[in-house]
C-alpha cells in the first residue's frame, strides 16, 4: 500500500524559506520519478516540480522556477522541496506522489501571509 507523509509547512512571511519533505512507503522509492503538487484554495491542483528516479533531472512549473529546488535522497525514501523567495501565489496545501500511481497523502498546509 502506497503511504505519503507530507510535512514541513508552516506559516511564512513573503521572501522567506521553507523545506518540505516528503517520506514514502509500500513501493520502491528509488524506481519511481517522483513529483510535488500543490492545491491553491479554489483551484486544480497542479504540478509544482518532478524529479527523476535516479535524480538526475527535475523540472519546475514556471511560477516555481529559480526558487524552489527538488531533491531526493533513495536511501532514506524521502523526497524534499526547498521552496525560497516565497510569494502569496505559494500558499497552498501541498503533495508528494510518484506520477504513475494512484492515491495522494494528507499534504502539507504551506501559507504565506504578512
Known amino acids: 500500500q502506497v503511504q505519503l507523509v507530507e510535512s514541513g509547512g508552516g506559516l511564512v512571511q513573503p521572501g522567506g524559506s521553507l523545506r518540505l519533505s516528503c517520506t514514502a512507503s509500500g513501493f520502491p522509492f528509488s524506481r519511481h520519478d517522483m513529483g510535488w503538487y500543490r492545491q491553491a484554495a479554489g483551484k486544480e491542483r497542479e504540478v509544482v516540480a518532478t524529479?527523476?528516479?535516479?535524480?538526475?533531472?527535475?523540472s519546475y512549473a514556471d511560477s516555481v522556477k529559480g526558487r524552489f529546488t527538488i531533491s531526493r535522497d533513495n536511501a532514506k525514501s524521502t523526497l524534499y522541496l526547498q521552496m525560497n523567495s516565497l510569494n502569496l501565489a505559494d500558499t497552498a496545501v501541498y503533495y508528494c506522489k510518484p506520477p504513475s500511481l494512484v492515491g495522494w497523502g494528507q499534504g502539507t498546509q504551506v501559507t504565506v501571509s504578512s
Open positions: 524529479i527523476r528516479y535516479s535524480g538526475g533531472r527535475t
